[in-house]
């Protein structure tokens, strides 16, 4: 069965700090996409990046990083010199394959709540 | 891009009457959404999927007589809460994406509701 752990339920940093949000995921399928989003306190969820899992290069999206590594079942999420409007719920989720019907459900993780201190 | 809208954004009602939520893919045809509800300090639960002009699928424990969605066009998907009860009080979150039976595709959220049931 497929399962996303974030491990960290709150982060606490300064800001500056640079910080690291794990996500370790299980899953049979061979195909799979995983997923991050952002839900900052107004309640939204904001996409951030999806990484199939035939891609395992890093990805650099200005102060945003992410670290996948399939022999460890893991992708993590990296902050570099934090600002407060990092503060929110960071959700890893993974999209499970559906076969016999038509849908492509989202597995989410508990999140991880980072507050970023100025 | 891909945008999606929610309305009501909060909703307060009385128990046993029943609420509709709007959810509307504002720049994109969607020919799946999905329906979430979050309680406060926990993950997305992942209530059902509906494909535009067919029966929603709903997740097991979600009773589909008590939340009913419909999905008439491809960009708007409706969840109406029967009979609303005090438990029934939560965050309900919709979102929205493009392909169907695809892996590709990212969900797009919207801005979620906020339903109070007295």
């Known amino acids: 069965a497929q399962k996303v752990t974030q491990a960290q339920t709150e982060i606490s940093v300064v800001e500056k700090e640079d910080v690291t949000l794990d996500c370790v995921y299980e899953?049979?399928?061979?195909?799979?996409?995983l997923f991050w989003y952002k839900q900052p306190p107004s309640g939204e969820l904001v996409f951030l990046i999806r990484?199939?899992?035939?891609?395992?290069q890093n990805e650099i999206s200005g102060r945003y990083s992410w670290n996948f590594q399939k022999s460890t079942s893991s992708f993590n999420f990296t902050i570099t010199a934090s600002q407060v409007v990092d503060s929110a719920v960071y959700f890893c989720a993974l999209s499970e394959a559906s076969y016999g019907g038509a849908t492509n459900k989202l597995i989410f993780g508990t999140g991880t709540l980072l507050a970023v201190q100025p | 891009g891909a945008v999606v809208s929610q309305h009501p954004s909060w909703v307060i009602c009385k128990s046993g009457t029943s609420v509709k939520i709007e959810c509307r893919s504002l720049?994109?045809?969607?020919?799946?959404m999905f329906w979430y509800r979050q309680f406060p300090k926990q993950s997305l639960m992942l209530m059902a999927t509906s494909n535009e002009g067919s029966k929603a699928t709903y997740e097991q424990g979600v009773e589909k007589d008590k939340f009913l969605i419909n999905h008439a066009s491809l960009t708007l998907s409706t969840l109406t809460v029967t009979s609303a009860h005090p438990e029934d009080s939560s965050f309900y979150i919709c979102?929205?994406?493009?392909?169907?039976?695809?892996?590709?595709?990212?969900?797009?959220f919207g801005p979620g509701t906020r339903l109070t049931v007295l």
């Open positions: 720049d994109f045809q969607a020919t799946t």
């Open positions: 899953t049979r399928d061979t195909t799979y996409y």
């Open positions: 979102s929205a994406s493009l392909f169907r039976r695809a892996l590709t595709d990212t969900q797009y």
């Open positions: 990484r199939n899992s035939f891609d395992e």
